[in-house]
């Protein structure tokens, strides 16, 4: 089992930046990615991007010159540096990870971006 709990969501004005955090806890020896992916009412869990333990990173479409993924192994934590941010990133963003061929998420954190 793995715990993912995110934090860093709120309130942002377009053009502005936020950090994402996600730190994971339980069985973190198995995870072999951490990523975010994003929803809106009435839409599909889209990618953000994800990055694994060897370091490759998938960016979606959206995130790609805006968004950058890190890792803390240290830390057993990942980041989502978002820089920026239109009224159209507005969406609850969770946090995944497979690990011992199951995908873990996070309870998820919103993030407004809005004047």
């Known amino acids: 089992q793995v715990q993912l709990v995110e934090s860093g969501g709120g309130l942002v004005q377009p053009g502005g930046s936020l950090r994402l955090s996600c730190v994971a806890s339980?069985?973190?020896?198995?995870?072999?990615?951490m990523g975010w992916y994003r929803q809106t009412p009435g839409s599909q869990r889209s990618l953000v991007a994800t990055?694994?333990?060897?370091?490759?990173?998938n960016y979606g479409v959206s995130a790609k010159g805006r968004f950058t993924i890190s890792r803390d192994n240290a830390k057993n934590t990942a980041y989502l540096q978002m820089d920026n941010l239109e009224p159209q990133d507005t969406a609850i963003y969770y946090c995944?990870?497979?690990?011992?061929?199951?995908?873990?998420w996070g309870q998820g954190t919103q993030v407004p971006v809005s004047s």
């Open positions: 995944s990870a497979p690990a011992a061929q199951h995908v873990y």
């Open positions: 990055l694994s333990n060897g370091g490759y990173t």
């Open positions: 339980g069985g973190v020896s198995n995870i072999v990615a």
